[in-house]
């Protein structure tokens, strides 16, 4: 059974930057899909980034609009562990942060093409 433990959220102020990092145990998952969504009180959970295998070390990444040339997903199969960095961090980018993974090699933007969850971080950014 996967599980996924995030951490690394936090209270930043707004333009400051946080690295969430997800941990993945029970099984490796240098060839599933993964991603980070995030949910905002009162509102749907919300794609933000996602990377799968394609072959050998290649990896592919996509990124919502809303976070583009701010957060970078990447990976250290090594250590079993999905990272986010988020620069330029914005007070609307508060939320709960979650990681997902997938026994997929799809691209694959919506939280019900994911099958393993972690307990989400929160980071909150203020104004």
């Known amino acids: 059974q996967v599980q996924l433990v995030e951490s690394g959220g936090g209270l930043v102020q707004a333009g400051g930057s946080l690295r969430l990092s997800c941990a993945a145990s029970?099984?490796?998952?240098?060839?599933?899909?993964m991603a980070w969504f995030r949910q905002a009180p009162g509102k749907e959970r919300e794609f933000v980034a996602t990377?799968?295998?394609?072959?050998?070390?290649?990896?592919?990444?996509a990124s919502a609009d809303s976070v583009k040339g701010r957060f970078t997903i990447s990976r250290d199969n090594a250590k079993n562990t999905l990272y986010l960095q988020m620069n330029s961090l914005k007070p609307e980018d508060t939320a709960v942060y979650y990681c997902?993974?997938?026994?997929?090699?799809?691209?694959?933007?919506?939280?019900?093409?994911?099958?393993?969850w972690g307990q989400g971080t929160q980071v909150t950014v203020s104004s």
């Open positions: 990377t799968r295998w394609i072959a050998s070390n290649t990896y592919e990444a």
């Open positions: 997902a993974a997938s026994n997929t090699r799809q691209i694959i933007r919506t939280p019900n093409g994911y099958d393993y």
């Open positions: 029970g099984h490796t998952l240098s060839n599933y899909a």
